[in-house]
């Protein structure tokens, strides 16, 4: 049910996208039916064809702005009108994505005589679930019906309770409803060196219940203060109340504001929860919804944006923490959820959503997401109320998921993920020789943020002065990461196993996941020079990130999805890891790469891109069905910056450690209102200087200007050997 290759949406494409919707366009504007084309809400397909003709041709394509992630405008001309060699008719599109969709069409006539003309929408529905788009398997609801109504067509599936209506806006301008072909038709003459505006709007019906778009007719843009929607106002308010970057480094400007804007874009708002914080979206396309490792490493990687995105995801996945066991979704008590969807196939009519729980990692992500919240300022209080489903997320891991010392993944039924780390495409996980591991598997990323989870609870159970608890937590850390390093080392390669397979055999591929235990803080000390030597050798490093496997194993395709591609998030992590043990040459040279990509990529890094090397190919090539915008490729410039500042706070120890090492052609920067400790500081770096300059810092800070010392660096404030 939960598992499916993306297929790729073909050909140049537009994405819109708004909390929990999404748009996929041609750059003309149209969607054609037969592809992954259309209007999504709650993982259903609301519209599969949106073609505008200009009597009766389609209009040619010339330019798209897309302003927002949620806005685009797209620029086009007719036909030349009869007689004239050249169009004199342009048609502007202009597109807002949010719970629907509402598309203003300007016509406008730059010629020195009235445009007679007929603009039409044909439009369908297959009200169909997201995954039957997303893997190529459309099933056709057989009771599709449209249905014409006064100024509007209706399309709707009485079987999957779903359906859009669609609304041809104003009463000033006449317009003819053909239900068979859907076709909304515009009769009309354009005036001479003047416009004439066309609004149209689809409304969603979930349920049966029909709903307007975020952005309608009565509230067309943010800016419209008499009648401004919610939706519009909090994608403005993000965009006001983030912070600021200022810097001489246009590039990393530009790049940093899209992350801030695509990240706005992708929140999840309960409407029934108005005053709770926003989760976040794993991305778009594809992933439109709250996903358990995605959302908790998204919020981490972005909390110098927003630490509110990390409370919001936090207590969204405590009320959806597992209760019962159930094999079929792989709910057991104690257990972060992997993936919430809304679509046809995954709700029973009325329900609200369905919950699938195959996921190793997000039970202890949730609790180092808390304890790093914790670092960065959330009161005892709001810990306080969080602490119980930590602690049934550590329960889940010892009574269901741990063997032998390790948390171990097996899918529970043949409908689940085969693979369950964040590499979980059937054929991530293998041996140098190629061979695919077989399940139980245990992973050595996995074990690492259990690690990290454990030195956390240590770190909570001191501060309460729990002293039992804080040595049964210490205890335990130090018992895994002894454990980890005598079994997962292979000691004649110089790197950590990717896991465990069923037999307890070493997987011995080499891939990125051992950058991840250096961000863990799972890495003896001794090991950790070795383990940074091959993440940056030639056969890992392509110049632009850090290859998923290594180009000398058997599985090497750069043009996959986990065998040799580079995963921005997953490069960010290895940076972070190489900085916290005192590689900074290393961190900045994939920092650097990192957003060299993303210049290249127009400021957004996608998903992942293939891994082929940079001195092959000076540009880093897209990967086929790579989502864009994708929430932790989003957050990765923000974590990169922190990494190079070397931003590593305590509150509750009263510190913050920073110690910039800026790369050589960085510039200068100032970052104001950047959250911290429940107020807003203001951070100012020149290049060339370890020494910030901090305004802001509550009383209670005191800002120590050099790296966090190695034991209690980056993730954890509790004391532990190393």
Not at 102 to 117: F, H, K, Q, Y
Not at 300 to 325: C, E, I, M, S
């Amino acid at each position: 049910m939960f598992e499916g290759q993306p297929r790729a949406l073909g050909g140049a494409s537009t994405t819109l996208v708004a909390g929990g919707s999404f748009c996929v366009s041609t750059r003309s504007g149209d969607i054609i039916p037969g592809g992954a084309h259309g209007i999504f809400y709650a993982d259903t397909r609301l519209l599969s064809r949106w073609e505008l003709r200009i009597d009766d041709a389609p209009v040619e394509e010339l330019q798209v702005l897309a302003a927002e992630p949620y806005h685009a405008t797209f620029i086009g001309r007719a036909t030349p009108r009869p007689g004239q060699g050249e169009s004199t008719l342009l048609v502007i599109r202009d597109r807002y994505v949010g719970g629907g969709l509402c598309e203003d069409i300007v016509l406008r006539n730059m010629s020195d005589e009235p445009a007679g003309c007929v603009a039409s929408l044909l439009l369908s529905s297959d009200v169909c679930d997201l995954f039957e788009v997303k893997t190529n398997r459309v099933h056709y609801a057989a009771d599709v019906e449209t249905t014409a109504e006064k100024r509007a067509l209706r399309v709707f599936s009485a079987s999957r309770g779903r359906g859009v209506r669609v609304v041809a806006g104003g009463e000033d301008t006449p317009v003819i409803v053909v239900s068979s072909p859907g076709q909304l038709i515009f009769r009309v003459v354009v005036p001479a060196r003047e416009d004439l505006r066309l609004v149209v709007q689809v409304n969603p019906i979930i349920e049966g219940v029909e709903t307007e778009p975020w952005f309608s007719a009565e509230c067309p843009a943010e800016h419209d203060e008499a009648g401004y929607c919610s939706a519009a106002r909090l994608l403005s308010e993000w965009e006001v109340q983030s912070p600021v970057l200022r810097t001489s480094n246009a590039v990393l400007a530009d790049i940093i504001d899209r992350s801030r804007a695509d990240l706005g874009s992708l929140r999840l708002f309960e409407p029934d929860r108005p005053e709770e914080p926003p989760s976040i979206a794993a991305g778009a396309p594809w992933f439109m919804t709250l996903f358990g490792r995605d959302s908790l490493l998204t919020s981490w990687l972005a909390l110098a944006l927003d630490p509110n995105l990390a409370l919001g995801t936090l207590w969204r996945l405590a009320r959806l923490q597992g209760v019962k066991v159930d094999p079929l979704t792989e709910e057991e008590p104690g257990k972060i959820m992997h993936e919430l969807r809304y679509g046809v196939r995954t709700t029973a009519s009325g329900s609200a959503a369905t919950a699938y729980y195959g996921s190793v990692d997000a039970s202890p992500l949730f609790v180092v997401l808390l304890g790093e919240l914790r670092r960065w300022g959330l009161n005892r209080k709001a810990v306080e109320a969080l602490m119980p489903y930590a602690d049934a997320a550590l329960d889940w891991i010892e009574r269901y998921g741990m063997r032998d010392g390790f948390l171990w993944y097996r899918r529970k039924t043949d409908q689940g993920l085969l693979n369950q780390g964040w590499k979980d495409s059937f054929d991530g996980i293998n041996f140098a020789d190629g061979a695919l591991a077989r399940p139980p598997i245990a992973l050595a990323e996995v074990q690492g943020y259990v690690y990290a989870a454990y030195v956390d609870r240590q770190s909570f159970a001191q501060e309460a002065g729990d002293t039992e608890t804080e040595r049964r937590y210490a205890a335990k850390a130090a018992a895994l990461r002894e454990a980890f390093n005598e079994r997962f080392w292979l000691p004649d390669q110089g790197y950590y196993a990717m896991g465990l397979d069923r037999d307890g055999r070493l997987i011995d591929g080499l891939g990125s996941n051992m950058g991840h235990c250096l961000w863990s803080g799972i890495v003896d000390q001794d090991k950790a020079g070795s383990v940074a030597e091959h993440l940056m050798s030639p056969r890992m490093f392509t110049g632009f990130g850090v290859r998923t496997l290594a180009s000398d194993m058997g599985a090497y395709n750069p043009v996959s999805y986990h065998n040799g591609s580079v995963w921005p998030h997953d490069s960010a992590l290895a940076a972070a890891g190489l900085m916290r043990y005192g590689f900074v040459e290393e961190a900045q040279r994939v920092a650097t790469g990192l957003l060299d990509a993303a210049r290249a990529f127009g400021g957004r890094l996608p998903e992942l891109f293939c891994g082929f090397d940079r001195a092959e190919f000076p540009v880093p090539v897209l990967y086929p069905t790579s989502c864009s915008p994708q929430a932790w490729a989003s957050a990765t410039p923000i974590q990169l910056l922190r990494t190079l500042l070397r931003m590593d706070p305590s509150v509750p120890s009263g510190k913050l450690w920073m110690s910039p090492v800026l790369p050589q052609g960085f510039g200068w920067l100032q970052i104001s209102s950047c959250p911290f400790g429940g107020d807003w500081i203001t951070v100012e770096v020149e290049e060339g200087s370890e020494t910030p300059i901090v305004t802001g810092l509550p009383e209670t800070i005191s800002l120590v200007p050099e790296p966090r010392p190695l034991t209690t660096t980056s993730l954890h404030s509790a004391r532990r050997g190393g």
